[in-house]
């Protein structure tokens, strides 16, 4: 339980943190000088500095060990708030892609400390739990920072952000000497060790150990953009373009955000008593596809109810499969190639929250439709779901 409520807890903050700048997107673009849609570049750059710290930091988590990478995540991710507070756009694209640095241990770092603890029949159960960190943090950005920054102002905001980092790091600390005893001392982690042709390839490799590894990770991916977009802009399309203020669409964002909490230990546990992950996973991706394409269709003007209740239920559906995913991952991998398999899949998971809400800002820039960015979101879902369905078809007997 020790090792739950770590993970559980890191896993929480770094989604809070990483969920501080979507909630005050209206107020901090407009100081910025740039238009509301660009907080998707923003998203996109947090996502590329996970990418870059999945790609690159294996060696280091194996060197220092998982709960010190969760602590240095932690205060470099408290760090990159405090460099956002500026308000300076330059200053913003490199806090967001700092943020996205931090943010990395997280995924590899949690798996390796639940698979070395965790009893395989509840496997998939405890990792969602864990990964309902992610949207319970962005519930409580939602229900917390929004409200804040409408009230004393957005730096007030990112400064609790800070607070929350530093204090989190400090209250793993005395887990390390239990937790960090599979720690590589001597693990060389120059330059030469970390970009070197076989540190870069080993994460992506490691997904070729089992043939389910490629398409449940391609799913994940395909979810990731769905949730990214959600994530990303849901605050901003409700206060921005649907006639909510700050405060109530900060409101809806953490119904959204808090449906995913209940959801991905529910859906988890389903998916421990079904033994079919992958078929529950291609089910729920399309009921997501419908509420997402609903969710675009929202009319201006909409009542709070109305929101924050569809809301709910896109966040339900949409941003739940993490913990499947990831325990699917750890449960195909090698016990020794968990980390790395882990961080492999999360590489193309973290691509597709990079080119998702990236997409969806160049889109609505040159269109000026939240309508048709929202629809193309639930289109790709769709055909990765439907992919999905062809290969559960192929392997039936297997």
């Known amino acids: 339980m020790t090792a739950l409520g770590a993970t559980l807890l890191m896993q929480t903050v770094a989604s809070f943190m990483g969920q501080c700048l979507p909630v005050v997107a209206p107020l901090l673009t407009a100081q910025a000088g740039v238009g509301a849609q660009a907080i998707g570049i923003l998203s996109a750059l947090t996502s590329a500095g996970t990418v870059l710290f999945l790609a690159v930091g294996g060696p280091v988590l194996a060197r220092a060990g998982p709960v010190r990478m969760l602590q240095a995540g932690s205060l470099l991710g408290a760090a990159s708030l405090a460099i956002s507070a500026s308000g300076w756009w330059p200053a913003l694209v490199i806090a967001a892609l700092l943020l996205g640095v931090g943010y990395g241990p997280t995924p590899p770092a949690g798996s390796r400390i639940l698979a070395a603890t965790v009893p395989p029949r509840h496997r998939t159960l405890i990792f969602s739990i864990k990964q309902a960190g992610a949207p319970a943090g962005g519930a409580l950005a939602g229900l917390l920072i929004a409200p804040v920054a409408g009230w004393l102002g957005w730096e007030v905001g990112l400064s609790i952000g800070v607070l929350v980092g530093v204090l989190a790091a400090l209250a793993i600390a005395p887990l390390r000497a239990r937790i960090d005893v599979e720690r590589e001392p001597t693990r060389p982690i120059g330059p030469r060790a970390l970009f070197r042709w076989h540190t870069l390839r080993e994460p992506v490799a490691s997904l070729l150990a089992d043939p389910l590894l490629v398409p449940i990770t391609l799913l994940g991916m395909s979810f990731a953009v769905a949730q990214g977009n959600l994530f990303s802009f849901g605050v901003t399309y409700l206060a921005t373009n649907r006639g909510l203020t700050l405060a109530q669409a900060g409101l809806a964002y953490a119904c959204m955000q808090g449906a995913g909490v209940f959801a991905r230990v529910f859906l988890g546990w389903l998916a421990d008593r079904t033994g079919r992950a992958a078929l529950n996973l291609t089910v729920q991706a399309y009921v997501a ?100 369905t062809v290969w559960l078809a192929r392997h039936a007997g297997e």
């Not at 009319?299 to 239920?313: E, F, H, I, K, N």
């Not at 559906?317 to 990831?326: K, L, Q, R, T, Y």
């Not at 590489?347 to 269109?367: E, N, W």
């Open 289 to 388: 596809v419908v509420l997402v394409a609903a969710f675009g269709y929202l009319p201006a003007g909409v009542s709070l109810p109305v929101a924050a209740a569809l809301a709910g239920a896109v966040g339900f559906v949409a941003a739940s499969w993490n913990g499947i995913v990831m325990a699917e991952v750890a449960r195909l991998a090698p016990l020794e190639q968990v980390a790395v398999a882990t961080s492999g899949s999360t590489v193309f998971i973290f691509l597709g929250y990079v080119c998702g809400p990236a997409a969806f800002s160049v889109l609505v820039t040159m269109t000026g439709s939240w309508r048709l960015a929202f629809l193309l979101t639930a289109a790709q879902l769709a055909v990765f779901a439907a992919a999905q």
